[in-house]
């Protein structure tokens, strides 16, 4: 049977299935899924979309959702302080930390579609919320898992730090199976209250069939800070969207993430780091090694607004080739509207030095290992940043998997 | 003698009145097939540049604006009322008195010589340098260059131009690119000989022409095997000019060995729109080399490229941009590598004054096949009051395991320690926020011909004055 999301008998037994939920949730994705179905055709030419194979992310093969879809599994969640539930239980326990899904709007990158689809259909994710002062060590994880044969699954996180708050979080994304085709749509919205921080990894390990849309938006007040790590290693295809909005003075923002591509992989990375208020701080380090057919796309954008003087505000973009058929495209923006600033970004795109790789071969290394050590030298800087010893080393290890020996 | 009647220099936006009473040729306002076929007839070209110009104007018409990306302003270009066509039956048409009062300043505080001036502010198209200028022309015959206006180039050398005429820039390539080539007049067409070195730089205002620099001028410069040549358009003095659109096309053609230099000073009256299409082509072993600056106008679009066809061919391009209150200065470079061991090299300055914005936009394009090709660009912004503005966006595309690219930018604002210390030493506040900017953008400004370099530091003195304090 054929479905579309678009259709409204769709919608209707989408609905049904989900009759339990409060009346605003259900106008809420009421109103999302009749703004999806009045979205105009894409435009052929869109900035946002620039480099990108867009057909590559569409829903068409996989236009149909699981009857009991794959939940995200949570671990660690016996903090008597922190409410870490799924996004059902959350529906269900604490509709009031969810009442201001109506009025989220995403990072406004692209992806409308991804984001209206994501806020009618949504049945999974996650709910996290650190009331005032609450400090936690060990990390809150969770597991996600992109559906199999042809289905999509929409899930939606929400994740609240009240002021001084600390919390550490690590998001694991796979697939159901290994062989079959998936789409999992992720929607973050983050919040953090002044002072607070939030410590996050990705990990995400996802298929190599499938697609992955990875949405975020975090917003920062007064002084508080997010340090994000991302491992992009896995799916045929993967958009992230991510934006960073400095709404507080002195607030701190740390992006970091690196891409393994082999076969034809693709990762499309859109990025923002806007700087609302005054005296933020911003460091954003995208790192792309890619094999074979593989290809990347990173499109950031630092934006100073006129009001936020004193900014620091970094962005990088590292791609290193290893084969003639991959490609790294990239497209580094500044906007600076206000003068007392430091601001600066760099892209370069290179092969692996020649000479390092003579001399560890010259040591009886074989080039394909030399490679994988090389590739994992660089984005050791990233996988560095990530706190204590013990997660680093598992990190590398997540990377260093992914190479056939 | 024409009675002289007072010009507007007007700075209002959307105001287009055009004094006309005193053209011989006039194709009226607005576009249409017939206004083509007037320009082409008066020119009296043939066919096949007619059937180029009507190509190009059903081509102008389809084209949508490129406001997907660039700045919204461009909405607010009527091609309705604009004049596409003028041409002075006898000349000078305008007199002194009519130029404005502030231009006049300008020329004598630049200190460019008197008759100079009226050539520079469009009063009269020769001067008395006119025996100089014939010497250097005889020179350039000796040497078998061809150094005329568009019209004579494809009139009277068609087998040297027609060849690389609209090859370089297509006319689809872009909206402007595309009306320029359906109402083109005026520009120069350059063919320099194998192994012919020019040691004296050619400059636009020097060639004498029936009909002034127009609107939509159009530059061809072929470089034979090995030739070299500098070419200098513009000038360090306002351009007097009372139209508002402004949209040339100019191309380079550096075959194997040759070596280009084109040197613009743009300074534009701060109501013109300047939309420009530059590109050269670079073939094995070639050198092309875009100076360009950016002073004047209200909104510049330009981005001028070099297409790397041939083995270890080299383009570069170095872009100052000053932007004052009401100015948008979209400026940036283009590489795209064709061929294998090509390198390219961008260094872009911009300085935003007062509510000024510039921006830097770029493409760096290397496909996978080749081997050993580089590109380095950097930009830097330095902004100077609390609302003056900046942008970059580079776009770089890149495959392959040979290749190497580095894009760095970065935005500063005037250091206070460094104005402080020179205010120690006795400069006032103005003086040495001039001299900051002049060192900020000096390294570049070194590559202009002396002469150039010395006007280009008082004019920024100049737009520098009032901006602090």
């Given at each position: 049977m054929t479905t579309h999301f678009k259709s409204p008998d769709f919608f209707q037994t989408f609905s049904e299935k989900r009759s339990w939920e409060p009346g605003w949730m259900a106008d809420f994705r009421k109103d999302s899924w009749s703004r999806y179905s009045e979205l105009p055709k894409s435009k052929l030419k869109d900035e946002r979309w620039r480099f990108s194979?867009?057909?590559?992310?569409?829903?068409?093969?996989?236009?149909?959702?699981?009857?009991?879809?794959?939940?995200?599994?949570?671990?660690?969640?016996?903090?008597?302080?922190?409410?870490?539930?799924?996004?059902?239980?959350?529906?269900?326990?604490?509709?009031?930390?969810?009442?201001?899904?109506?009025?989220?709007?995403?990072?406004?990158?692209?992806?409308?579609?991804?984001?209206?689809?994501?806020?009618?259909?949504?049945?999974s994710g996650f709910l996290l919320n650190a009331g005032e002062g609450v400090k936690e060590e060990a990390a809150f994880v969770c597991n996600h898992f992109a559906p199999k044969e042809n289905h999509s699954l929409f899930q939606q996180n929400i994740v609240t730090l009240a002021p001084f708050a600390e919390l550490t979080l690590i998001e694991y994304f796979d697939s159901e199976d290994d062989s079959t085709i998936g789409v999992l749509s992720n929607l973050s919205h983050i919040h953090l209250g002044e002072g607070a921080k939030l410590n996050r990894i990705v990990v995400q390990r996802i298929n190599s069939h499938s697609t992955f849309h990875h949405l975020e938006k975090i917003e920062l007040e007064r002084?508080?800070?997010?340090?994000?790590?991302?491992?992009?290693?896995?799916?045929?295809?993967?958009?992230?969207?991510?934006?960073?909005?400095?709404?507080?003075?002195?607030?701190?923002?740390?992006?970091?993430?690196?891409?393994?591509?082999?076969?034809?992989?693709?990762?499309?990375?859109?990025?923002?780091?806007?700087?609302?208020?005054?005296?933020?701080?911003?460091?954003?380090?995208?790192?792309?090694?890619?094999l074979d057919e593989s290809k990347s796309v990173f499109s950031g954008l630092i934006k100073v607004d006129p009001k936020a003087q004193n900014t620091d505000s970094f962005q990088t973009n590292r791609n290193l080739l290893l084969s003639k058929e991959a490609e790294a495209d990239s497209l580094p923006g500044l906007e600076i509207l206000a003068n007392e600033v430091k601001c600066s970004h760099g892209a370069t795109t290179s092969k692996i030095d020649d000479q390092e790789l003579f001399y560890l071969q010259s040591r009886g290394i074989s080039k394909s290992i030399a490679e994988k050590l090389i590739v994992l030298g660089f984005f050791e800087d990233i996988i560095g940043r990530a706190g204590n010893s013990d997660t680093i080393e598992s990190l590398r290890n997540e990377v260093s998997n992914y190479f056939k020996s | 003698m024409i009675k002289p009647s007072n010009i507007e220099i007007d700075r209002e936006k959307g105001n287009f009145h055009y004094p006309t009473s005193k053209y011989a040729f006039d194709a009226g306002v607005g576009l249409s097939e017939d206004v083509v076929k007037y320009i082409s007839g008066v020119k009296k070209e043939k066919d096949w540049i007619l059937d180029f110009r009507l190509k190009a104007y059903s081509i102008f018409k389809k084209k949508p604006m490129p406001t997907h990306w660039a700045s919204k302003d461009l909405e607010n270009i009527d091609f309705d009322v604009i004049r596409y066509y003028l041409a002075q039956g006898q000349q000078p048409s305008r007199t002194w008195e009519e130029v404005p009062d502030d231009i006049k300043k300008t020329f004598e505080r630049l200190g460019i010589p008197e008759q100079e001036r009226k050539f520079l502010a469009g009063v009269e198209a020769q001067f008395d340098s006119e025996a100089a200028y014939s010497r250097m022309k005889e020179g350039l015959e000796k040497e078998g260059v061809i150094f005329v206006g568009s019209t004579e180039g494809l009139r009277d050398y068609p087998e040297i131009f027609k060849k690389w005429f609209g090859k370089v820039i297509p006319t689809s390539d872009n909206k402007f690119s595309a009306l320029n080539s359906a109402v083109f007049s005026g520009g120069s067409f350059i063919y320099v000989p194998p192994g012919v070195k020019l040691s004296q730089p050619l400059q636009a205002y020097f060639r004498i022409n029936a009909e002034n620099f127009g609107q939509f001028e159009r530059t061809l410069i072929i470089a034979d095997e090995g030739a070299e040549i500098t070419y200098m358009e513009g000038c360090t003095a306002p351009k007097f000019e009372t139209s508002t659109l402004h949209s040339a096309v100019v191309e380079l053609v550096a075959l194997k060995g040759a070596k280009i230099q084109y040197i613009t000073v743009q300074n534009w009256s701060n109501n013109v729109f300047n939309l420009v299409t530059k590109r050269a082509m670079a073939h094995e072993e070639a050198e092309v080399r875009w100076i360009d600056c950016n002073i004047g106008s209200r909104l510049t679009m330009k981005y001028p490229g070099v297409i790397l066809k041939g083995r270890k061919a080299r383009g570069e391009v170095l872009s100052i941009a000053l932007a004052n209150d009401g100015q948008h200065q979209d400026t940036g470079a283009k590489m795209v590598h064709a061929a294998s061991e090509t390198t390219s090299n961008v260094i872009a300055k911009s300085v935003s004054i007062g509510q000024g914005r510039s921006s830097y936009r770029g493409l760096v394009q290397i496909p996978g096949h080749l081997k050993h090709c580089k590109n380095n660009t950097e930009c830097d912004a330095l902004l100077i009051n609390s609302d003056s503005q900046t942008d970059t966006y580079p776009a770089i595309s890149i495959q392959g395991d040979d290749n190497s690219v580095q894009h760095e930018a970065s935005v500063s604002k005037v250091s206070a320690e460094q104005i402080f210390y020179m205010q120690q030493r006795g400069l006032n506040q103005a003086e040495a926020m001039s001299l900051y900017v002049n060192g900020f953008v000096n390294d570049l400004i070194r590559e202009f011909p002396m002469e150039y370099s010395v006007e280009l530091k008082r004019l920024i003195d100049m737009e520098m004055e009032g901006s602090v304090g």
């Open positions: 194979p867009r057909a590559r992310f569409s829903y068409s093969n996989c236009e149909q959702l699981r009857d009991s879809p794959k939940q995200t599994k949570l671990v660690n969640n016996n903090s008597k302080k922190v409410i870490f539930e799924s996004f059902d239980q959350a529906i269900l326990e604490h509709p009031n930390l969810l009442s201001k899904l109506p009025s989220l709007t995403g990072p406004q990158l692209g992806s409308d579609e991804t984001f209206l689809l994501g806020s009618s259909f949504s049945e002084n508080s800070q997010f340090n994000n790590i991302s491992l992009q290693l896995g799916s045929a295809q993967t958009r992230v969207e991510s934006r960073g909005d400095i709404l507080g003075e002195g607030a701190e923002f740390n992006n970091y993430s690196l891409s393994l591509g082999r076969n034809e992989q693709l990762f499309d990375q859109r990025t923002i780091q806007h700087h609302i208020a005054p005296h933020g701080k911003s460091n954003l380090l995208f790192k792309n090694a890619l | -």
